[in-house]
């Protein structure tokens, strides 16, 4: 038992020093390229985090991403040079931040581009599709982001938990299928998130980003899943209540990463949070909660505890929202879906686990395999409604 | 606009900043500090910055104080008045020393532009001779890249710019009889040309007619603009080289007095600029030769093309003039004449 875990202990080693050596790299800084030559000057780019749009003015939230520092001397709107006032510093050092306050009488829903040059006259320019009142917090926002967390995240799973009595009824080699499903539930949105992680992280600033940052959270995550599973099932295979509970924490992650995706975007005016969109991630998220609820088929649970699973599972959505919805995250955004893939694929291992030990036919049986293979096209169909 | 339905896997890809247009191509010249050259400001106009008219114009209107514009009240004053003309006289010699630099210029407020500049300034000083006057140009070499300086006019072929190219620590003598009357340009011609004009060395040169024009407060416009960021287009359009100087520090010219305006165009990558006047209008004599005169309040010229205005303002009050490409004209190339009694 002991040395399973030392195992996996020693896998993260090539993790852990990879993540380091990127740290060294990235520190490092030029110093390497003095031996060799004459560095082309710093490309003096800002990068704009945020564009938000309040009646009669424009904030423009820029970090400076490169080593040197970054003057902000000229400020265009739609190709037209504006006055404007900086708060916080004008001249920026390394990753710092200043919001440009512009008064600008904008147009609503019209596509808008703002610059900013630098001292050295290079001008980064970011496009906004549709310029659009930036909603701020208010108690109304954050009551109306819990209520489409809710309808999107805790609801659907508490109504797929509803399949649990249908399955106590099913066969043991059903049950198995079920289980594969789950799996491949899970193995989908492990990929997705994974996906997720690298395309941010290829957003941010070389600083901040980097493949070792998606590796540090997939590592982290799956590492603590891998630690918490086996308290839970007191250091052998995760079952029934124990394992249910990893797969709601598993989703809860994901969800948490769905959440903050939808506040940030709707926050920016690049979301429309219609009907249509919030129906179908109801639709796909029915399917979770039967992944939660076939662990517990043959386990006696309380109403509470299946309410506390939805919650574990799905109120991660609201907090996401809120995150989303209120402030600018984006290194959040990269680690937290990398996060989600770490965990999603450590539950996938855990109840690989379970149906080898427990399905009739182990993992190569017709219903682990199609159960699994039906798991992921179930994500991938639902999927599109939520397109 | 057509809304855009996000997928749920773009969701946050997209939610996260766009890459920025990536701009890149700076030159890095260490730009040297502009030196001196003959100082040719005839006028000791004193001009103010319009801060006294603030307010009444609301906040985006780009006067006085809120135009962003560098320096102080009179700096540009040697580009703006031309030395003055001198009457006919045969055999006459008018000797001017250009020097080629490389000078880093403020051409908006904290932006800085590597330029090469004739005697520190972007455009250069300008040249002035009357016709028959032998015009005697000494032009040294002191940027870092070869250069020459190219005249318009009629002059012989050797004399022309365009072969004799000087290279950097280098000297070379223009010497030629000045013809025809109207309004010139000198530029460098050194390959590439677009480089090189696009970098600021160019400027206005006048050759008055040997029967002189009527007296009037005489006022030299070029107009031009600066590509700092390297990519094939201008960032900043100016005249005289900063943007929105005549914004903050406008022109004071007299009611009823005759205005002359000496009006060139050395604008790289855009097609045409042009010169718009608010609420009068002038004459315009194109390239400054000739009897046809032009009734308008806008005038467009190509790169190389300029011409001669002349107006009596009939109202007082600010009177805009600025570019009518209106993307030209807020991106800097905009001011006023306050005309006074």
């Known amino acids: 038992m002991r040395g399973r875990v030392g195992w996996r202990l020693w896998a993260l080693v090539p993790v852990l020093l990879l993540a380091l050596t990127v740290g060294v790299v990235v520190t490092s800084g030029s110093s390497l390229v003095d031996l060799v030559g004459t560095n082309p000057p710093p490309v003096d780019e800002f990068d704009i985090r945020r564009v938000e749009f309040e009646p009669g003015e424009i904030r423009i939230t820029v970090r400076n991403p490169q080593p040197d520092e970054l003057t902000i001397a000229n400020v265009n709107v739609d190709d037209a040079i504006v006055p404007f006032t900086v708060d916080g510093p004008t001249t ?8 440009i306050v512009v008064p600008f009488d904008w147009v609503e829903d019209d596509p808008i581009t703002v610059g900013v040059t630098s001292s050295t006259g290079i001008e980064t320019v970011k496009e ?6 930036t909603p701020s917090a208010s108690a109304k926002g954050f009551l109306g982001y819990a209520l489409i967390g809710t309808l999107v995240g805790i609801l659907p799973i508490a109504l797929g938990l509803l399949w649990l ?14 289980m594969a499903f789950t799996a491949g539930l899970l193995a989908f949105l492990g990929v997705e998130a994974l996906s997720e992680s690298f395309e941010l992280q290829s957003l941010l600033p070389l600083g901040l980003g980097g493949s070792g940052l998606v590796l540090l959270g997939v590592a982290l995550s799956f590492l603590g899943m891998t630690a918490l599973a086996g308290r839970l099932s007191g250091g052998g295979t995760a079952t029934g209540l124990a394992l249910a509970l990893l797969v709601a924490i598993g989703i809860g992650v994901h969800n948490f990463g769905e959440g903050l995706a939808i506040g940030a975007s709707f926050a920016v005016g690049e979301l429309q949070l219609g009907t249509f969109l919030i129906m179908g991630f109801m639709i796909h998220n029915v399917t979770e909660g039967l992944g939660i609820a076939t662990p517990v088929a043959k386990t006696r649970v309380t109403l509470l505890v299946l309410a506390g699973l939805a919650l574990v599972a799905g109120a991660p959505t609201i907090l996401g929202a809120w995150i989303g919805g209120y402030t600018s995250n984006d290194v959040l955004g990269a680690l937290f879906f990398a996060i989600a893939a770490g965990a999603a694929f450590q539950v996938v291992v855990e109840v690989g686990r379970y149906v080898a030990r427990r399905a009739p036919g182990g993992l190569t049986s017709g219903y682990a395999i199609g159960g699994f293979l039906a798991g992921i096209a179930a994500m991938y169909v639902t999927g599109i409604l939520a397109a | 606009m057509p809304k855009t339905r996000l997928t749920r896997r773009k969701l946050l890809a997209a939610a996260a900043p766009l890459a920025a247009a990536p701009l890149v191509g700076k030159l890095a010249l260490d730009g040297q500090a502009a030196a001196g050259g003959h100082d040719h400001s005839a006028h000791s106009h004193t001009r103010e910055p319009a801060s006294h008219l603030q307010g009444t114009m609301g906040h985006a209107a780009m006067v006085g104080d809120e135009a962003p514009a560098v320096g102080g009240p009179n700096d540009l004053d040697a580009l703006l008045y031309p030395p003055p003309a001198l009457p006919y006289k045969p055999g006459r010699v008018r000797e001017y020393t250009l020097t080629a630099l490389d000078t880093e210029l403020e051409v908006a407020p904290g932006v800085f532009f590597p330029a090469w500049t004739y005697n520190g300034t972007a455009p250069g000083p300008v040249v002035r001779a009357t016709e028959g006057d032998v015009l005697r140009v000494r032009f040294r070499n002191e940027g870092s890249h070869p250069h020459t300086i190219h005249f318009h006019g009629i002059h012989p072929s050797k004399m022309d710019g365009v072969f004799e190219v000087v290279p950097s620590g280098g000297e070379f003598t223009y010497e030629f009889e000045a013809q025809p009357a109207g309004l010139h340009l000198y530029h460098c011609h050194a390959t590439p040309l677009k480089k090189h004009i696009q970098k600021g060395l160019y400027g206005a040169f006048i050759i008055d007619p040997k029967e002189q024009r009527p007296p009037a ?17 201008n960032n900043f359009y100016t005249v005289n080289g900063r943007s929105f100087y005549y914004a903050r520090y406008p022109i004071r010219v007299r009611r009823s007095q005759l205005v002359r305006i000496y009006l060139a165009n050395l604008t790289e990558f855009d097609l045409v600029n042009s010169l718009h006047l608010h609420a009068d209008f002038f004459r315009y004599q194109p390239t400054g030769t000739g009897d046809h005169w032009e009734y308008t309040d806008t005038v467009m010229q190509c ?13 007082t009050g600010l009177h805009m003039f600025h570019a009518h490409q209106s993307e030209f004209a807020e ?11």
């Open chain 2, 331 to 341: 991106l800097g190339w905009m001011g006023f004449f306050e005309v006074v009694d």
């Open chain 1, 92 to 99: 920026l050092g390394r990753l710092r931040s200043s919001t």
């Open chain 1, 165 to 178: 009595p249908a399955l106590r009824q099913a066969s043991a080699a059903w049950l198995s299928a079920f």
């Open chain 2, 303 to 315: 790169q190389g093309q300029r011409g001669v205005i002349e107006i009596e303002f009939g109202g």
């Open chain 2, 217 to 233: 407060q005489e006022l030299v416009m070029v107009m031009n603009g600066f590509d700092t960021d390297g990519d094939g287009e």
């Open chain 1, 128 to 133: 906004i599709l549709a310029a659009v009142e």
